[in-house]
């Protein structure tokens, strides 16, 4: 009778059109896209949860869910139901009073899926009535929000060539946007949109471009076939210029620059495309010809500010390679550019904002150390804006490693890196929470964490940050002063985002942790 009841409701609501998500800022009592708004701020308007309250938090309830892989997932949030993906790529519709299910959709997998860094999935998109998910054989499906029937299911790429998809999509009007991982089996990246209504492609940017296409001449020989700048992040988008920002992978091989001479475009860049045709406005490259595998497939987040005296639309980036970056993003302008921890790859920067490359850190037969590793100082995890602070939030992962140079020939569906990496042994590796001036890239202030993080932020009107750690603390800080106010240990590493929600006239707090979703009110 409940289910009855649940799925009555279910079709009474359950819509999310375009305008709303548009919107997401003007109703905080939802979540409605991966980064919680199209600007990817990930920050709660809500303030019942605040710094003078926050000490008396307590689980609301847990759910937990069947997979055993990294639990990566950042629910949606609408109209008393929370949608969460758990790995490697099935979807749960969960009852926001008691975290019971009202709907799985499984997925059935072939065996021996090439991945890099597990069987994962970041989360869902959702679209009028549907929700959508990626998958990690490469396909895009539509479920009816309802009742999780499958509306249509299209084949994205092949999975035995090591395509695969983690990424949550990202709806825009009538279209579903996915990216694509697998750069470290050499692929080729691209970025694609999809009809939301019958799943047929509407565009496809390929981020490593062919003969006849701009950049072409980047990659020397067949090099642009294998060429890696996937796609394997979540975007964002800005709705008066209809353009759609994405960071782009790494090249392949990984570390081997010499059977791909060239700047390599547009691998380590941000794309902006147009919502509608998939053509490119501009791109930013963070590093041409990158040798050290530093993805820039990190989240851009959207600001409007004065800037020298006028308004601009701007861009901040806190890129896996050390530097916070301030763009222009309607022209893809350098504006600004400075390291925002530890970093020896680059002498610096010019003033186009281009590195200058630190040749010792090139992979050799000796060993390479290079700062950050090549998981970063950033990575897929989310930073967070708060209006209300005027602060940006990042994780930073503070963690340096050595990388013997091998020999590499791209063989398909086999790795294709081209060097070794050994961690260091006189160095702990440990983790910081830093809140940076969004314009400058000063720091605030910075709390340390014991492991390098794998959580992502979220900041809140209650003057709050939210973070996790590898050793399953879940805690809150101060977000003008960076105070330790709170913490939960979950039992679990936290490799996921936390978000808020407002349910019954409370607000909640939710994070991924272990193998379960923790919900906390007061």
């Not at 929370?82 to 959709?105: E, F």
Request: with cysteine; glycine share 10%.
């Amino acid at each position: 009778m409940k289910n009855i009841i649940l799925l009555a409701a279910l079709s009474a609501m359950a819509q999310v059109p375009y305008e709303r998500i548009a919107k997401a800022p003007s109703e905080p009592a939802s979540w409605l896209t991966y980064s919680g708004d199209y600007a990817s701020h990930h920050y709660s308007a809500l303030s019942k949860i605040n710094r003078a309250n926050v000490a008396q938090l307590k689980p609301a309830w847990m759910y937990q869910v069947r997979g055993r892989q990294h639990f990566e997932t950042t629910p949606l949030v609408f109209d008393g139901v929370m949608y969460i993906t758990d790995p490697p790529s099935d979807v749960t519709a969960l009852d926001l009073k008691t975290g019971r299910p009202i709907w799985h959709y499984r997925r059935s997998l072939p065996a021996g899926i090439p991945v890099c860094c597990g069987q994962v999935n970041r989360g869902v998109a959702a679209l009028d009535g549907r929700i959508f998910v990626n998958t990690i054989d490469s396909h895009l499906l539509a479920l009816d929000a309802r009742t999780g029937r499958v509306e249509w299911d299209v084949e994205v790429a092949d999975w035995k060539l090591a395509y695969t998809m983690t990424a949550a999509p990202l709806a825009i009007k009538d279209k579903i946007i996915v990216g694509i991982a697998g750069a470290e089996y050499g692929v080729r990246g691209f970025l694609d949109a999809y009809d939301a209504k019958t799943g047929k492609r509407a565009w496809r940017f390929w981020t490593t471009p062919g003969p006849g296409e701009p950049g072409h001449e980047t990659w020397s020989g067949d090099s642009w076939k294998y060429g890696g700048a996937t796609t394997w992040v979540t975007g964002s988008y800005d709705p008066e210029l209809n353009l759609v920002y994405w960071g782009t992978g790494n090249p392949g091989p990984d570390y081997d620059g010499s059977v791909r001479l060239g700047d390599n475009l547009y691998s380590d860049c941000v794309i902006a495309l147009d919502a509608d045709t998939g053509k490119l406005k501009w791109h930013f490259q963070f590093i041409p010809h990158d040798v050290n595998d530093i993805d820039a497939n990190q989240i851009p987040v959207l600001l409007d500010a004065d800037w020298k005296g006028r308004r601009r639309k701007l861009m901040l980036f806190a890129n896996r390679n050390a530097f916070y970056y301030v763009l222009d993003r309607a022209t893809g302008e350098f504006l600004h550019g400075v390291p925002f921890t530890k970093q020896n790859w680059a002498k610096g920067l010019d003033a186009k904002g281009r590195p200058i490359p630190n040749p010792e850190t090139e992979p050799n037969q000796k060993g390479a150390l290079v700062y950050p590793d090549d998981d970063g100082s950033s990575n897929w995890f989310s930073p967070s804006y708060s209006p209300r602070t005027n602060l940006f939030y990042q994780n930073v992962r503070e963690k340096g490693a050595l990388y013997f140079k091998t020999s590499v020939e791209y063989r398909p569906g086999r790795l294709y890196l081209g060097a070794i990496k050994r961690d260091l042994t006189d160095e702990e590796p440990y983790g910081t929470l830093r809140a940076l001036n969004p314009l400058t890239g000063e720091q605030a202030w910075m709390f340390k964490v014991q492991s390098p993080p794998w959580c992502g932020l979220l900041s809140t009107a209650g003057d709050l940050v939210f973070s996790g750690t590898m050793e399953g603390d879940f805690f809150a800080l101060d977000a003008v002063t960076g105070k330790h106010l709170w913490r939960f240990q979950t039992g679990g590493e936290i490799w996921s985002n936390p978000i808020s929600y407002e349910f019954e006239g409370k607000q909640y707090i939710s994070i991924a942790s272990g193998s379960s979703i923790i919900v906390f009110g007061l």
